[in-house]
């Protein structure tokens, strides 16, 4: 099988401050809307892959902003979630979509598992590896980890609008959430959800493998993509959410 990655071509994984002393740990599951040359544009015109259904828009700046502020660690994948959806179990339905919201993707279609094991063997396996080892390497010294899932929402979805600002999401483990929940309801006039506008299921993968299986803190932190689509909004957003992050991981890791 050839490759789909060429070597001129960026890794598919990037990680900001790997020795980052915070005990933050961020994630961005969906942090680029680059396909490999090799896949050329999978049948899509280029206004469909700046939409979401090719990446979380906004959420790979709010990252980068954190691991600055709080020097953590960030993990960030850097291809789109069409050529293999790094947040989906390796057999679930959407891991390589052929249809995302109403747009089908073509060039998703017929794929041999030849071609979907190749996709996973070079994308979707190195990114959660390389959290993998990260963490490992947390664990054997003995270093306090909180894990921080970055997304990002539409505003609205199929002509539903979506009237919150952020959304906290955690299903078993609400540690995390608890404490960010009490403090963002009290320091600011935001919409917040709880567990909306998703809920963190069998369809995730990033969360339970990484923070649930390994018993972390944690929360998934979903955005909307209008309120962060420029520079200065992912901006503002990290230094807002930088204290109320730190103040919950004082608040888990306290002994």
Not at 28 to 45: T, V
Not at 47 to 68: F, M, P, Q, T
Not at 104 to 122: C, D, F, K, P
Not at 234 to 240: G, R
């Amino acid at each position: 099988m050839t490759k789909i990655l060429n070597r001129h071509e960026p890794p598919p994984v990037t990680v900001e401050r790997p020795e980052g002393r915070s005990g933050l740990f961020f994630s961005c599951d969906h942090a680029s809307n680059r396909i490999p040359e090799a896949l050329g544009d999978l049948g899509l015109p280029s206004s469909e892959l700046e939409r979401h259904i090719a990446w979380d828009i906004g959420a790979a700046g709010v990252a980068r902003y954190l691991s600055e502020l709080l020097d953590a660690t960030a993990v960030l994948q850097n291809y789109s979630r069409l050529v293999v959806d790094c947040n989906r179990p390796l057999d679930h339905e959407a891991l390589i979509p052929t249809l995302s919201e109403a747009t089908a993707i073509s060039g998703n279609q017929g794929l041999t598992q030849a071609h979907r094991s190749q996709r996973v063997y070079e994308v979707f396996t190195p990114y959660h590896d390389t959290i993998s080892t990260l963490l490992d390497e947390r664990a054997q010294h003995r270093r306090a980890t909180a894990y921080v899932s970055i997304h990002s929402f539409t505003p609205s979805y199929l002509e539903q609008s979506r009237p919150w600002h952020i959304g906290i999401l955690f299903r078993r483990d609400s540690r995390m959430a608890d404490v960010m929940l009490k403090q963002l309801r009290t320091r600011t006039s935001w919409c917040i959800g709880e567990n909306e506008p998703y809920q963190i299921d069998s369809k995730d993968y990033g969360v339970p493998t990484h923070a649930e299986n390994r018993e972390l803190p944690h929360v998934l932190i979903e955005l909307r993509q209008d309120l962060i689509a420029t520079d200065t909004g992912q901006y503002e957003w990290a230094t807002m959410l930088a204290p109320i992050l730190q103040g919950a991981l004082l608040a888990v890791t306290r002994t």
